[in-house]
């Protein structure tokens, strides 16, 4: 499923962006989604997770409070609402489709190319 995230840029701290993945050709409406991130030098880290319902959604610590994932279904989209932004955000964010909620990074079959989030202190 070719996903495209975008909506990623320059910030600075305490400030807010709102990440978008839009899949094509394909429905992810029956896939969990996620939001993971991966800093220079850094394994890639998982940041946020929704059911294909929406119902359920699942953070790391470190965002809990301060992001929120969504949804649009009719839309094929997931969102990544991201407020308080700190430089120890800064990173290449990706999305997934069809995963695991739990955010296990290696249960994601389908990856978007990933949009750069930059927080200036």
């Known amino acids: 499923v070719p996903l495209q995230a975008y909506g990623g840029g320059l910030v600075q701290a305490g400030g807010s962006l709102r990440l978008s993945c839009a899949a094509s050709g394909r429905t992810v409406n029956r896939y969990n989604m996620g939001w993971f991130r991966q800093a220079p030098g850094k394994e890639r880290d998982f940041v946020a997770t929704?059911?294909?319902?929406?119902?359920?959604?699942n953070y790391a610590g470190s965002v809990k409070g301060r992001f929120t994932i969504s949804r649009d279904n009719a839309k094929n989209t997931v969102y990544l609402q991201m407020n308080s932004l700190k430089p120890e955000d800064t990173a290449v964010y990706y999305c997934?489709?069809?995963?695991?909620?739990?955010?296990?990074?290696?249960?994601?079959?389908?990856w978007g190319q990933g949009t750069q989030v930059t927080v200036s202190s």
């Open positions: 929704i059911s294909w319902s929406g119902d359920n959604s």
């Open positions: 997934a489709a069809r995963g695991l909620l739990s955010g296990n990074a290696k249960s994601y079959d389908f």
